[in-house]
């Protein structure tokens, strides 16, 4: 059935503001699925009565957004929604699969390495001790969407590269019987480094969005030192502000 779409030309929110606006909905919804074409400008304008350019403008923002593509000799195509994440102490892993993404993992390092600085301060252990370093590279659907790093003390865990491709890093320590209580954790943005645009599939400088977490267990324990970047082209964090 087609998307049932409408303007209102009496209210003060742009016309095309009020169409890309439903447009996202429908991404978010489902009823746009990826890769299904948008149909073009010349018949959606036609349809809503409305200027070609205002049309282009609707699908410019979307396609800046990251939820529309332009293929040349294809059209306008639909991509994958943006990934909103709580701001709540859960895994991309556990997210992605709530919001149907399809989660897929790959390993890019597995490995003990001396604790810097940095990490001895997070986790409360000597620095230049033994801690255990785990590299991935979060993706959904295929696109990659995070470089995920991580480290935590040696022997809290087994951790092998095959169940981290397999799952999640607090499922794992979940089933370890580690209980997960509350974390201490930083957002941040800034340009992508070329290793880090190659890695996630973006142009040199593009905007990455930065979390660094420690997370500790109900002793008070900490128990992870965490350090990610995520394309903010396809992701974003999501929180509530409550007046006080």
Same mark, same amino acid.
């Given at each position: 059935m087609p998307l049932q779409l409408s303007v209102d030309r009496n209210s003060p929110v742009p016309l095309y503001f009020q169409l890309?606006?439903?447009?996202?909905? /429908?991404?978010?919804?489902? #009823?746009?699925?990826? $890769?299904?074409?948008? @149909?073009n400008e010349i018949?959606?304008?036609? *349809? +809503?009565?409305?200027s070609r350019p205002t049309v282009r403008q609707a699908i410019q923002s979307l396609v800046d957004k990251g939820l529309l593509v332009r293929r040349r000799g294809v059209g306008t195509q639909v991509v994958h929604s943006q990934v909103k994440r709580p701001l709540e102490l859960s895994s991309l892993y556990d997210d992605l699969e709530?919001?149907?993404?399809?989660?897929?993992?790959?390993?890019?390092?597995?490995?003990?390495?001396? /604790?810097?600085?940095?990490? #001895?301060?997070?986790? $409360?252990?000597?620095? @230049?001790?033994?801690?255990?370093?785990?590299? *991935? +590279?979060?993706?959904?659907?295929?696109?990659?969407m995070a470089y995920l790093?991580?480290?935590?003390?040696?022997?809290?865990?087994?951790?092998?590269?095959?169940?981290?491709?397999?799952?999640?890093l607090y499922r794992l320590m979940r089933a370890a019987g580690i209980t997960l209580h509350s974390a201490r954790q930083a957002v941040g943005a800034r340009a992508a480094?070329?290793?880090?645009?190659?890695?996630?599939?973006?142009p040199e400088g593009a905007p990455l969005l930065t979390m660094e977490r420690t997370t500790f267990?109900?002793?008070?324990?900490?128990?992870?030192?965490?350090?990610?970047?995520?394309?903010?082209?396809?992701?974003?964090?999501?929180f509530q502000l409550l007046v006080r």
């Amino acid at each position: 059935m087609p998307l049932q779409l409408s303007v209102d030309r009496n209210s003060p929110v742009p016309l095309y503001f009020q169409l890309s606006q439903q447009l996202e909905a /429908a991404i978010e919804r489902g #009823a746009l699925t990826p $890769g299904s074409l948008l @149909g073009n400008e010349i018949e959606l304008a036609g *349809r +809503l009565g409305l200027s070609r350019p205002t049309v282009r403008q609707a699908i410019q923002s979307l396609v800046d957004k990251g939820l529309l593509v332009r293929r040349r000799g294809v059209g306008t195509q639909v991509v994958h929604s943006q990934v909103k994440r709580p701001l709540e102490l859960s895994s991309l892993y556990d997210d992605l699969e709530a919001a149907g993404q399809r989660p897929a993992t790959r390993v890019l390092a597995n490995t003990v390495v001396p /604790a810097t600085a940095e990490v #001895a301060a997070a986790l $409360g252990v000597g620095e @230049g001790g033994e801690v255990r370093r785990v590299e *991935r +590279l979060r993706l959904a659907h295929g696109e990659p969407m995070a470089y995920l790093c991580n480290v935590l003390p040696v022997g809290l865990l087994d951790l092998e590269s095959g169940q981290l491709e397999e799952t999640g890093l607090y499922r794992l320590m979940r089933a370890a019987g580690i209980t997960l209580h509350s974390a201490r954790q930083a957002v941040g943005a800034r340009a992508a480094t070329r290793a880090e645009a190659e890695r996630l599939d973006e142009p040199e400088g593009a905007p990455l969005l930065t979390m660094e977490r420690t997370t500790f267990d109900d002793t008070g324990r900490a128990v992870e030192f965490a350090t990610n970047v995520y394309r903010a082209s396809r992701y974003s964090f999501e929180f509530q502000l409550l007046v006080r």
